[in-house]
């Protein structure tokens, strides 16, 4: 259908009570999103329960966590739904399914069901088993991708990714480039910052399509409001501590390049994420890497150029080796 799907996407609140808490509260059990040719987006979520009974309860917490995430349409699957839940569903623009409902649906549409299930389930394993071992060599990274990412404003996700990923000159030689695990984790990590780039290029589309730069720069501080503020902040510190470091972080200038041309071409750039997501689940093997010439002619040749980009961007402004993406940079 077009979607780029994520599992077990986590709702996160913090607390303060004598000390900073974060509290995972719920999830969503299966995530997808696409953007349209104008770089507007459309969002899925789906919820599976077992049980016979509490559909009701269920479709009421599931409601709150849609509203949370802003879901376009949101799914409960369940084995068992009452048609006072079914009810409330309709109302509120959700759709309730059993097993057995879902099931049929699929069938309808030729879809052979177990071998689907087996394919999301290795997919599933392999992108969680990535996750966990990369873990050990940088927690703050992983954390951030799994949990924390899906809770934060995306001009918020732009910054903090650049950071995260950024290898410090020190480790460089400590780097497995050509390792598959390390290599699949950073096109997985690369799909979410375009997914958050796109976001924020469509904000500015529609904030201001005519100056799309100063509308991009807006968007990329969370609004015009919140951008006066943080000047406001860096000019004030920078007379107290007599540092005349720039405000702007030395890649912006280069990201706004990149985005400006993207915003030329929208159907190209919309795609962008989903040619990411086919790479490393089709491409990616327990021995090799196999970038698939007719997976990626499926695509405008401006979304690969874009894809690129992104990459040399990523590059030249986090250390990244070259090796991380050899593979795709020779198509």
Same mark, same amino acid.
């Given at each position: ?12 609140t ?9 509290h995972?509260?719920?999830?969503i ?20 329960k077992?049980?016979d009974? &509490?559909?009701?309860? #269920? ?6 966590? *849609?509203s /949370?995430? %802003?879901?376009? @349409?949101?799914? $409960? ?26 099931r ?5 549409? &030729?879809?052979?069901? #177990? ?6 389930? *290795?997919? /599933?394993? %392999?992108v969680? @088993?990535?996750? $966990? ?13 799994s949990l924390?990412?899906w ?15 950024k290898?410090?000159?020190?480790q460089?030689t ?11 984790l950073h ?7 375009c ?6 290029i469509g ?20 609004g ?6 943080k ?9 107290a501590?007599q ?6 972080p ?23 994420p ?8 089709n491409?990616f093997?327990?021995?090799r ?5 007719k ?37």
């Amino acid at each position: 259908m077009g979607f780029n799907t994520h599992y077990e996407i986590k709702l996160r609140t913090k607390s303060y009570i004598n000390s900073l808490k974060t509290h995972d509260i719920s999830d969503i059990d299966v995530y997808g999103y696409m953007f349209n040719f104008d770089l507007s987006s459309f969002s899925i979520g789906a919820e599976c329960k077992s049980g016979d009974s &509490g559909a009701l309860d #269920e479709l009421y917490k599931f409601m709150g966590i *849609a509203s /949370y995430y %802003k879901l376009d @349409k949101a799914y $409960l699957i369940k084995t068992k739904i009452h048609q006072n839940a079914r009810q409330i569903a309709i109302d509120n623009n959700f759709i309730c399914y059993t097993e057995a409902e879902i099931r049929r649906i699929l069938l309808g549409l &030729g879809i052979n069901l #177990e071998k689907s299930l087996n394919i999301e389930f *290795a997919k /599933y394993t %392999k992108v969680n @088993k990535v996750l $966990l071992d990369y873990k050990s060599k940088n927690e703050k990274l992983i954390d951030y991708i799994s949990l924390d990412l899906w809770n934060k404003e995306f001009w918020k996700t732009i910054h903090n990714i650049m950071h995260l990923l950024k290898v410090p000159p020190a480790q460089q030689t400590m780097f497995d480039e050509g390792s598959i695990p390390v290599k699949f984790l950073h096109y997985y990590i690369l799909e979410l910052f375009c997914y958050s780039l796109i976001k924020i290029i469509g904000e500015a589309i529609t904030l201001n399509y005519s100056d799309f730069e100063n509308a991009f720069i807006n968007c990329l501080y969370g609004g015009a409001e919140a951008l006066n503020e943080k000047r406001r902040i860096h000019d004030a510190v920078s007379i107290a501590t007599q540092d005349n470091k720039k405000f702007e972080p030395e890649w912006q200038a280069d990201l706004i390049s990149i985005c400006s041309r993207m915003a030329g071409l929208t159907a190209s750039t919309a795609v962008l994420p989903k040619l990411i997501q086919d790479l490393y689940e089709n491409c990616f093997f327990s021995n090799r890497i196999k970038i698939d010439n007719k997976l990626v002619s499926k695509y405008p040749d401006a979304t690969r150029k874009f894809t690129q980009d992104i990459i040399q961007f990523l590059k030249r402004h986090c250390n990244i080796p070259a090796g991380i993406f050899e593979d795709f940079m020779k198509v």
